[in-house]
C-alpha cells in the first residue's frame, strides 16, 4: 500500500479531484448567489399579505399603536443591541435570550413617513387580516395603503360599489396616460426639437406653422391633463384619517387580501412586464428599467460591430502579414499590458480623445450651425461604444490570433497551389475556420463590456435619459444621445437612493435582469460559434 500511494500520486489523478472539487465549489457558489438575487429579485412583484397590527408602544399615551403595512423581512438580534435601540422605553424585555424585530412597509411616505418601520415582534399584541384593504401603486410618493371609502368625480362621490368604479376609472386613467405620453415623446419633443434648430438658423419664415402646430397640441395636451385631475380616490387609516389620491397618480390597484391565486400570479406577471417595459419614477426608485435595457444592448451591440473588424483586421497583421521580429514581439506584449489596464482609464482617455477632441471636431466641421450647443462634442452613445470597443479589442486580437495559430499550415499552401492568391487563401479558407476563435473573443468583450460601468459614466451614460436613441425621427439611430445602462442604474438605486428600503428589491431585480441579458448575448454567440465549428470541422481534418 505504502508504495502504490506514491504512484496514484505521481499519476496525477489527485490534481484532477481537486480540480473537479474547485470547480464544483464555484459553480454551487455561482448557482448560489444567482439563486439569491432571484428570490430576492423576482419576489418584489407578488403582492403580499396586507396586516392590520397592534403594537404595544410604552411612550404613546394609550400603550398601544396600530400599523397596516406588509411585513418585509425579519432579523434577530442580541438582548444587548436591543437594549441599546430601546433605550430608556424598553419595556418589557422579549421571553428569550434574543430580540426579534420585524420590517413593516406601511407605504402612504406622504402622509406618514418613513414608509418602512422597524417593529419589535414581542411588542405585537394582535394581528389581523382586513380583506377590504386597497394598495394602489402610483406615480410618485411611493404606494398607499388604506381601506377604501368613495371614488370621487369633481368633487362627487359616485354611485355604487367604490371598488367596481376604482378598477373602471383605473383603466380609463392609464390609456389618458397613454395619451399624454404619446402626446408629449411622439409628437411635442421632436416638434420642438425642430423648432429649437431652425430657431438657432434664424428661419422665422419656417417658423410660423410649427409653433401653429405646438399650440394646437399643447390645447390638446391640457384636456387631457384636466381629465385626468378630474377623478379622486378616498382612503381611511387604521386610526380613521381620510386622505385622498388623485388617480392621475395611480398605476394599479388591488385589494391584496381578496386576491385568488391566480389573480395573485396574473398579477405578478403583469408587474413583471411593466417592469420591463416601461420607464422609472421617482428617481429611479420606481417603476420599470426599459430605457436601461434598451440602452444597454444598443450599446453592447455596436460595440461588438465596431470591435470585431478592428480586433480581427490586428490579429491577421500580426499573425499573417507582419514579419515576426521584436517590434511584432513588443506590439504583442503592448495588447496583452492593454487587456490589463483599469476601466476608469479608458473612460478618461474617450473623455478626452472621442469626447472633446474627436466630437468637437466634428462640430466644427459638419454643426458650426449650432454652436455653442455641441452635437457630438458631448458624451453620447457612439463614444461609449467606441471607449468599449477600445477596451475590448486586445480580447478580440488575442483570441483570433490563436485561432489563426491553430489553422494548419498545409491548408494555406494547399490552397496556394492550386492557384489562389494569398488573399483569395485568407479570405475563403483561414478567416472562415477562425471564426469560431474570433466569436470567442467577441463573447469574451461582450461579457466584460456589458457589466462595465466606471467609463461609461464619464463617456454618456446618465441617471435618466428623457428619450431613447433610437426613435421615428430621421436618422432614426442618434448616436450622440446620452442613455441609460443597467449596471448604472443598479450603482445608482443602490448606493444613491434615500430610501434603501425601497431600493432594495429593485436592486436585486435588475442585478437579475443584467445577468440573464449577459448570459442571453454569451449563450447567442456561442451557439453560433458552435455551428461554426461543426460547419469546418470536416476541412480542418
Known amino acids: 500500500m505504502a508504495r502504490l500511494a506514491p504512484a496514484w500520486w505521481r499519476s496525477g489523478e489527485p490534481f484532477v479531484w481537486f480540480t473537479a472539487s474547485a470547480v464544483t465549489v464555484s459553480l454551487l457558489a455561482v448557482l448560489a448567489l444567482v439563486g439569491l438575487v432571484a428570490v430576492r429579485g423576482l419576489a418584489h412583484f407578488w403582492p403580499h399579505d396586507v396586516w392590520a397590527l397592534t403594537v404595544e408602544t410604552p411612550g404613546r399615551g394609550d400603550g398601544s399603536e396600530r400599523l397596516l403595512g406588509e411585513l418585509a423581512r425579519s432579523e434577530t438580534l442580541p438582548l444587548a443591541r436591543y437594549r441599546s435601540a430601546v433605550g430608556a422605553q424598553a419595556g418589557p424585555p422579549p421571553p428569550g435570550p434574543v430580540a426579534e424585530r420585524v420590517l413593516v412597509r ?37 404606494n398607499a395603503l388604506g381601506l377604501l371609502v368613495a371614488v370621487e368625480e369633481g368633487g362627487r362621490p359616485l354611485a355604487g360599489a367604490p371598488w367596481p368604479a376604482l378598477q373602471a376609472r383605473t383603466e380609463r386613467a392609464r390609456g389618458l396616460r397613454a395619451q399624454v405620453d404619446e402626446l408629449v415623446h411622439r409628437r411635442l419633443a421632436p416638434l420642438n426639437r425642430r423648432i429649437e434648430a431652425l430657431e438657432r438658423r434664424g428661419r422665422e419664415a419656417a417658423l410660423v406653422p410649427l409653433r401653429g402646430e405646438r399650440a394646437a397640441l399643447g390645447a390638446t395636451l391640457r384636456e387631457l391633463e384636466a381629465a385626468l385631475d378630474r377623478d379622486r380616490v378616498v382612503l381611511e387609516t387604521l386610526d380613521g384619517r381620510r386622505f385622498t389620491v388623485p388617480l392621475r397618480q395611480i398605476v394599479r390597484a388591488w385589494r391584496p387580501n381578496a386576491m385568488s391565486t391566480a389573480e395573485k400570479l396574473a398579477f405578478y406577471f403583469a408587474g413583471l412586464w411593466d417592469f420591463l417595459s416601461e420607464g422609472p419614477r421617482e428617481a ?258
Do not use: C
Open 284 to 541: 429611479n426608485t420606481e417603476g420599470g428599467v426599459f430605457p436601461a435595457l434598451f440602452g444597454t444592448v444598443l450599446m453592447v451591440l455596436l460595440m461588438s460591430a465596431l470591435v470585431t473588424p478592428f480586433g480581427v483586421l490586428a490579429a491577421v497583421y500580426l499573425s499573417e502579414y507582419a514579419g515576426q521580429g521584436a517590434f511584432t514581439r513588443v506590439i504583442r506584449i503592448a495588447v496583452h499590458n492593454l487587456a490589463g489596464v483599469p476601466s476608469i482609464v479608458y473612460g478618461v482617455f474617450g473623455l478626452g480623445f472621442f469626447v472633446y477632441v474627436v466630437g468637437g471636431t466634428l462640430d466644427e466641421l459638419f454643426f458650426a450651425e449650432d454652436l455653442p450647443a455641441p452635437t457630438f462634442g458631448t458624451p453620447g452613445l457612439l463614444w461609449a461604444s467606441m471607449t468599449l470597443a477600445l477596451l475590448t479589442v486586445p480580447v478580440v486580437i488575442v483570441s483570433t490570433e490563436e485561432g489563426l495559430a491553430r489553422i494548419p499550415r498545409t491548408l494555406r499552401e494547399g490552397s496556394l497551389a492550386l492557384g489562389a492568391t494569398r488573399a483569395e487563401t485568407l479570405l475563403h479558407v483561414v478567416l472562415p475556420m477562425a471564426t469560431p476563435a474570433m466569436l470567442t473573443g467577441v463573447i469574451l468583450a461582450i461579457a466584460r463590456a456589458a457589466g462595465e460601468v466606471a467609463p461609461l459614466m464619464l463617456v454618456g451614460v446618465v441617471k435618466l435619459a428623457p428619450e431613447l436613441p433610437v426613435d421615428g425621427d430621421f436618422p432614426f439611430v442618434h448616436l450622440e444621445r446620452k442613455f441609460m445602462h443597467l449596471g448604472f442604474h443598479i450603482y445608482d438605486v443602490g448606493f444613491q437612493s434615500p430610501n434603501v428600503d425601497a431600493a432594495r428589491p429593485l436592486v436585486y431585480a435588475t442585478a437579475l435582469l443584467l445577468v440573464v441579458l449577459v448570459v442571453l448575448l454569451n449563450l447567442a454567440a456561442i451557439l453560433l460559434r458552435a455551428r461554426l465549428r461543426r460547419r469546418y470541422r470536416a476541412l480542418a481534418e
Open 106 to 142: 406601511t407605504a402612504n411616505r406622504d402622509l406618514a413617513p418613513p414608509d418602512f418601520r422597524w417593529v419589535w415582534r414581542h411588542r405585537i399584541v394582535a394581528r389581523e387580516r382586513p380583506e377590504g384593504v386597497v394598495e394602489l401603486e402610483r406615480t410618485e410618493w411611493g
